[in-house]
């Protein structure tokens, strides 16, 4: 995949953290213990990357995990969920930030390969991360489109300002709460 392919990335979060968002900036899990907040988590999986280091890095919980498409597997098990959670929209600056790292897949799965950021980008496949579906009739090769299909960037800081830049929410009414009670009305 070419740089110019990304064109934001993306951070999937419950709405009732947006605010501490907004206050803190984006924080790995293992950082946001700390605060009181709501989980999109799955618990079988965050065992997994619990146990996860990222090779020649932290261990996985250690990293802000970012996705190059939200509309992923993961998302698609919390869609029962989708007028508490929303996407925010992440800037591709963040590619850039030292220590950043690119998994080719979801970074829980022991087939998953990790690159250093931004020339790990030419590993993956943008047909793979925007495809419209990734079912397949061959169980095999619909667990591996799965995989790919969440493909993560993964951080090792707090976001900073001008990093965070828009967000996309299925209900109108809480993108206007939001807005007036988060961002005063400010955010595009």
């Known amino acids: 995949m070419k740089r110019e392919d990304v064109k934001e990335l993306h951070y999937i979060v419950p709405i009732a953290n947006v605010a501490s968002i907004v206050r803190h900036g984006l924080m790995s ?3 946001a213990k700390r605060l009181i907040h709501r989980s999109v988590a799955m618990v079988e999986i965050q065992e997994k990357r ?3 280091v990222v090779p020649g890095g932290l261990p996985l919980h250690d990293y802000v995990n970012l996705y190059f498409c939200a509309r992923n597997p993961m998302l698609f098990k919390r869609r029962e969920q989708h007028e508490e959670l929303c996407v925010l929209r992440i800037s591709t600056a963040v590619l850039d930030l030292p220590g950043a790292v690119i998994s080719d897949g979801n970074a829980a799965s022991g087939w998953t390969a990790f690159y250093p950021s931004p020339s790990g980008l030419a590993e993956l496949n943008p047909e793979d991360l925007f495809a419209e579906r990734w079912t397949d009739p061959d169980p095999i090769l619909e667990w591996n489109k799965k995989r790919r299909k969440c493909a993560e960037l993964l951080v090792l800081i707090r976001s900073r300002r ?10 109108m009414r809480r993108v206007r709460h939001c807005s007036r009670q988060v961002f005063n009305g400010r955010l595009r």
């Open 29 to 31: 899990h293992n950082k």
């Open 50 to 52: 619990d146990r996860k």
């Open 162 to 171: 001008g990093t965070l830049w828009g967000h996309t929410f299925h209900a």
